[in-house]
């Protein structure tokens, strides 16, 4: 019984890994065109730290090194009541909007408009949004047809976890920051009451006297990244249920390891798309990278540090991207950027009991005239709040291996995935059209 279904799970991957391949060769046409424009626009100056910020950041993190043995000391004590008072404020803000992926993001966006220096929080934000979106795909039109209750269950748990997790220790250092812009200044010394790591705080008082947004930026990667390694990616339960599970290694179909970032053209204004060629025209486009292998933390630290070049080396994602996110409010749905392929209403019902497949409703890379949008509703739809369980508290840096990620950065050749991700929706369909995998 066992090697029957061990064989059935191989063959249903076989068959998986072509159903990618099958629409990307129908809009192979398109997809030549989307990639000469990524060459063309992505002709972008690296992103540069300065050279003796960085080299301040090393001296210090050394010596804290040599003199602690580990970075974590647990912090100075609050000085004061007034220091008392701010931490425990921060705390109940962080917690606050710490409730679903919705509140994170609009937290994110928030704070980038208050702070432009902090180009990370406009990152976070963009990232945020995509995790947002894969969330709701798990209670879409598509994926209830591909994976089982369970199986969505599971992968819920760990964006949702993943997610939360880095607002919990990211967003204390965004507001710390604000806090010592109005106090005239740094106040970094409280971050270890927040558990952070004080690897960052050394980032940010390099950042504090040198104002260097690229050093903070990838600083910030580095630690998020670092923060989860052990506390989600390497946790045994996501990794036995999760990210050793036949479904997780189809990510590539579920498009879990892609990330895209809509931006608009300077000409176009997000209004309600009309259907037909006319609201092809007038959608925003993707700008993106696939993530190869996720469990990997060299590479999902690189793959950060690639998206933040698309997104702030490159001018057309930059501008596009924030009129994207000043005119769209995230709701966790895909209709948020392309409401003439999905639609937050109308829902249409998972695999029903006599095995119906989904009605078919793509054509290539687009919607088949006359056909109804995909379902993709908002995060309050798809999944009631829950509240994630407090991370266990450790300095996860303990040497200077996060220092040989501290480099320039070379924006990538190619960043258009327009039609790239609307291929990946054909292959979903194709798949939901199958039968469930795994099933």
């Known amino acids: 019984m066992q090697s029957e279904k061990g064989g059935r ?3 249903w991957l076989r068959r998986l890994a072509e159903l990618p391949r099958e629409a990307l060769r129908r809009a192979k046409a398109v997809l030549g065109a989307s990639a000469a424009e990524s060459v063309q626009l992505a002709s972008a100056p690296r992103l540069r730290m300065k050279p003796q910020a960085l080299l301040e950041l090393r001296q210090r993190l050394e010596r804290q090194l040599q003199q602690a043995g580990t970075p974590l000391s647990g912090g100075s004590p609050p000085a004061g009541p007034a220091e008392t008072a701010l931490v425990d404020r921060i705390m109940r803000r962080r917690d606050a909007d710490n409730r679903n992926n919705v509140s994170r993001t609009a937290a994110y966006w928030d704070m980038h408009l208050r702070n432009p220096e902090l180009e990370w929080a406009f990152l976070a934000h963009m990232v945020s949004r995509n ?13 209830p ?15 949702e976890r993943a997610n ?4 919990r220790d990211a967003y204390p250092q965004l507001l710390l920051y604000e806090e010592s812009v109005k106090a005239g200044r740094p106040l970094f010394h409280l971050l270890p009451r927040f558990g952070v790591s004080q690897f960052m705080r050394f980032v940010w008082e390099s950042f504090w006297r ?55 053209s300077e000409q176009n204004h997000f209004v309600d798309l009309p259907q037909g060629k006319e609201a092809e025209e007038r959608a925003p486009r993707l700008a993106g990278l696939i993530l190869e292998n996720f469990a990997s933390l060299r590479e999902r630290i690189e793959f950060g540090k690639k998206l933040y070049a698309i997104l702030f080396a490159i001018p057309a994602v930059r501008e596009g991207a924030r009129r994207f996110a000043a005119q769209r409010k995230h709701t966790g749905s895909r209709s948020d950027y392309w409401p003439h392929r999905f639609a937050a209403l109308g ?8 095995g119906t497949p989904p009605q078919e409703r793509l054509d290539g890379i687009r919607l088949r005239p006359g056909a109804a949008p995909i379902y993709s509703p908002p995060l309050g739809d798809a999944w009631p709040d829950r509240p994630v369980a407090v991370p266990e508290e450790y300095d996860w840096c303990a040497d200077l291996t996060p220092l040989k990620y501290m480099t320039d950065i070379e924006p990538p050749a190619s960043y258009d995935m327009t039609d790239a991700y609307a291929a990946g929706l054909r292959a979903i369909e194709l798949a939901a059209r199958a039968g469930r995998l795994l099933e």
Request: hydrophobic share 40%; net charge negative.
């Open 9 to 11: 799970e191989k063959h």
């Open 210 to 264: 040198h104002n260097d947004p690229v050093l903070l930026t990838v600083g910030l990667i580095v630690n998020e990244q670092s923060y989860i390694e052990g506390r989600v990616v390497g946790n045994r339960q996501f990794r036995e249920e999760v990210l050793e599970a036949a479904y997780f290694r189809a990510q590539s179909l579920l498009q879990l390891n892609q990330v895209v970032f809509p931006y608009l």
């Open 164 to 167: 939360a997790l880095i607002f």
């Open 145 to 159: 047809h591909v994976l089982d209750g369970r199986q969505r269950e599971q992968l819920f748990e760990f964006l």
């Open 131 to 143: 995790g947002g979106w894969n969330m709701t795909d798990l209670q879409g039109g598509l994926l």
């Open 347 to 354: 829902r249409e019902a998972g695999p029903s009991r006599t």
